[in-house]
């Protein structure tokens, strides 16, 4: 069964386990058909997520996902009334960081377990397989992309989700002259290949030293134990940190290692538009991390304007 996922919380070494093959869902392509089920002020990620599902740009048979934002939660109304044959495994994903919340959590994937019919001890002895492996091709992953350029790195481990292998690396080994530059952080919500014009933008003048992304580097910075289901979804709960839990320290002392490990000195905050549990944050992260922060929002516009690359620009040379 191919099962779509967009979240990183989603326990994919676990639907592996099982028997299912995860899909990322990342759109490449632009569509126009969500106004009919969204507000015009909706995640613009989630709106353009349900137009490629309703052209069926995925091959899927279900999908499995949380109800970590509201955004999601209308997600799973909206496939359920439009794609009726579509099954939906919706797994309640508390925001807060506390043992009755990940109790909560662990009895609703057992739940979920149970719907497939599979002695738990071998999913167990899956699980552990599942872990080590995808662990193992993770690290090799990090080492390969280390020397590239941050769309190049964003591109290929676009494809690693997709194909859960290691492709050969179509880029030469050499030192991109956009390393030399400034070095920032990158972070923000949901970035995808159409957010890809706006980090061409950014590298005319900085180096993309680190990113924080959840769809790029944060997705293969975290390997959780392969002992048991639930030492393996206590990782997932409380190890893997994101800027929509509470409290959300976790995420910032992330931040910090990255900033001291790639010795950065500007962070760069992009957010798509309406994302307000990012736009919030420019302050904390000003506070917190004592850099320089510049927040820019995108909304899958296909030319960058005129007035963001002046103000990256100014950003450059402040």
Known sequence: MRIGYFCLFVPIELLKALGLK??????????????????????????????????????????????????????????????????????????????????LYYQEILDFIKKFEKNLKLVN????????????????LVKLIRPLNFIQ??????????????????????????????????????????????????????????????????????????????????????????ILRRPNKIFYDYLKKKIRKEKIKKIILYSLKFCDSFSFEKESLKNYLKLPVLAIEGDYSKEITLQTETRINAFYES
């Open 22 to 103: 995860p899909i990322r869902l990342l759109p490449e392509k632009k569509c126009d058909w969500e106004s009919k089920y969204f507000r015009y002020d909706a995640c613009p990620f989630l709106k353009n997520l349900v137009s490629n599902l309703l052209i069926k740009n995925w091959s899927l048979d279900a999908l499995f996902l949380l109800s970590l934002c509201d955004g999601q939660r209308r997600l799973f109304e909206i496939i359920k009334k439009e794609i009726p044959n579509l099954k939906i495994y919706q797994i309640y994903f508390p925001r807060t960081y506390n043992l009755s919340a990940f109790k």
């Open 125 to 140: 002895e899956n699980l552990k397989r599942e872990v080590r492996d995808l662990n193992q091709k993770k690290r090799k």
């Open 153 to 242: 790195k964003a591109e290929i481990i676009k494809n690693f989700w997709e194909n859960q292998t290691l492709s050969p690396i179509p880029f030469l080994f050499k030192e991109d002259e956009n390393l030399k530059k400034e070095r920032i952080l990158l972070l923000g919500s949901y970035f995808t290949p159409l957010d890809w014009s706006i980090a061409k933008t950014i590298e005319k003048y900085f180096t993309i030293a680190a990113d924080a992304f959840c769809t790029v580097s944060r997705g293969i910075d975290f390997y959780p134990p392969a002992n048991n289901l639930k030492d393996y979804l206590f990782f997932y709960f409380f190890k893997i940190p994101c």
